[in-house]
């Protein structure tokens, strides 16, 4: 039906960089990405960055160095993440909203299996 998978992760060493990717396929008629979200062990899962058409939200801790992009063409979105430190460990998730055909009104909810991301010191 619809699958959301999101790479990119990878153990990585304070101060570097990666890049996560997000992509949505199957029976999409209408798709919205609703942000990149991380949890952590013992943590809450916690909104990282969203972007819409028209603006852009990061959380405080990831301002200044990570940066949200979309690709509507091929239904992606991407998490550049530089300047990575230890507390940005966790697996981060990519969640979108769909509708799946036109008469069906609803939008559902897809998470994908999530990613790991490791920064050691």
């Known amino acids: 039906q619809v699958q959301v998978v999101e790479s990119g992760g990878g153990l990585v060493q304070a101060g570097g960089s990666l890049r996560l990717s997000c992509a949505a396929s199957?029976?999409?008629?209408?798709?919205?990405?609703m942000g990149w979200f991380r949890q952590a062990p013992g943590k809450q899962r916690e909104l990282v960055a969203r972007?819409?058409?028209?603006?852009?939200i990061y959380a405080d801790s990831v301002k200044g160095r990570f940066t949200i992009s979309r690709d509507d063409a091929k239904n992606m979105v991407y998490l550049q993440m530089n300047s990575l430190k230890p507390e940005d460990t966790a697996v981060y998730y990519c969640?979108?909203?769909?509708?799946?055909?036109?008469?069906?009104?609803?939008?559902?909810?897809?998470w994908g299996q999530g990613t790991q991301v490791t920064v050691s010191s």
């Open positions: 969640n979108c909203k769909v509708r799946i055909n036109a008469y069906n009104i609803r939008w559902y909810d897809y």
């Open positions: 199957g029976s999409i008629l209408s798709i919205n990405f």
């Open positions: 972007i819409t058409t028209d603006s852009t």
